[in-house]
Nanobody, 112 residues
């Protein structure tokens, strides 16, 4: 299971850190990451990180968001800085192990 947390309301230019706690074993060997779904739009990949630490980011978040993982804590993070209104979305963490497993989503609202 994946449990996402850390969403909330933030002003433009602000920061938030999302967390995704995984239960069970084997977290360290999984590719994990974050998708988001803005209101009325399709889900899109935000960032992912491999078991070896390689990262990929959507162009829209490069230089502002940082994905990281703590395998000892079975936890994935997404540090979001310089947030913009267009970052408003429900953010979902995921893990790939044959199939794709999803967390429940956490809402991020960027508004003044």
């Amino acid at each position: 299971q994946l449990q996402a947390s850390g969403g909330g309301l933030v002003q433009p230019g602000g920061s938030l850190r999302l967390s995704c706690a995984a239960s069970g074993s084997g977290f360290s060997i999984l590719t994990v990451g974050w998708y988001r779904q803005p209101p009325g739009k399709q889900r899109e990949l935000v960032a992912r990180i491999s078991s070896g630490g390689s990262t990929n980011y959507a162009d829209s978040v490069k230089g502002r968001f940082t994905i990281s993982r703590d395998n000892a804590k079975n936890t994935l993070y997404l540090q979001m800085n310089s947030l913009k209104p267009e970052d408003t979305a429900v953010y979902y963490c995921f893990a790939v192990s044959g199939n794709v497993f999803w967390g429940q989503g956490t809402l991020v609202t960027v508004s003044s």
